[in-house]
């Protein structure tokens, strides 16, 4: 995950300017599902480990959305993220979570920049389960709810994640503190460093205790 154009650039199109419910106070980090199936949003996400900001991020030309801007924030559980900075993969559960928030310029002393509002846009989870789930990822946008069921795996996130993800289908590529201990860890896929060469984004010499 990052995940712009993740899932939530395909659904906020039509969502955008309206605020989604903030999520309830809760303790769990596991996903945590019903009965039917449906995963429950975690509600201490803003407590786990964060992992990076987008501004107005798309992974394809597009002329839409002009009249809105937004911040996209992404946390990992702590149990993941700890095994991740030890193996530079993603441990069976991992759990993303990526909110997205207005943007906006006027307020208070600011003069020039943008930083984010209180307005809640959107809200997405990427999980590891492979108990659970064909290719051991799904995806889950929740629209204002505190549960959401997978999108299928049909949808297009799945294939562009496979085909894209720096790291076992997720954008670490572009999580700065995680980057460097995939690169120590040498478990960058082949797809991510094939496109790094053609985009001449510069080689890095980093180590896998990068980010610690």
């Known amino acids: 995950m990052k995940i712009s154009m993740n899932v939530l650039a395909f659904a906020l199109a039509a969502n955008a300017g309206t605020p989604v419910a903030e999520p309830p106070a809760s303790s769990a980090q596991a996903p945590q599902y019903e009965a039917d199936g449906r995963l429950q949003l975690p509600a201490d996400y803003r407590e786990w480990v964060y992992l990076s900001s987008g501004l107005d991020m798309s992974y394809r030309e597009r002329a839409g959305m002009t009249d809105h ?46 930083f984010q509002t209180a307005d809640l846009m959107g809200m997405e989870v990427h999980v590891k389960d492979t108990r659970r789930f064909e290719g ?41 503190t995680l980057l460097g201990i995939a690169e120590g860890h040498q478990t960058l896929s082949k797809t991510y460093r094939e496109e790094s060469a053609k985009s001449g984004e510069p080689v890095r010499e980093t180590t896998a205790n990068a980010a610690r």
Request: hydrophobic share 45%; charged share 15%; glycine share 8%.
């Open 136 to 176: 051991g990822w799904a995806f889950f946008v929740f629209d204002g709810a505190q549960l959401a069921a997978a999108l299928p795996q049909a949808a297009e996130c799945y294939a562009c994640h496979r085909q894209h993800g720096a790291v076992d289908t997720t954008f670490v590529q572009f999580y700065p």
């Open 69 to 114: 801007s937004m911040f996209d924030n992404v946390f990992v559980d702590r149990a993941a993220y700890r095994d991740f900075v030890a193996t530079g993969s993603w441990p069976d559960p991992t759990v993303l979570v990526m909110e997205v928030r207005g943007a906006t310029s006027k307020g208070s002393i600011n003069k020039t920049g943008k």
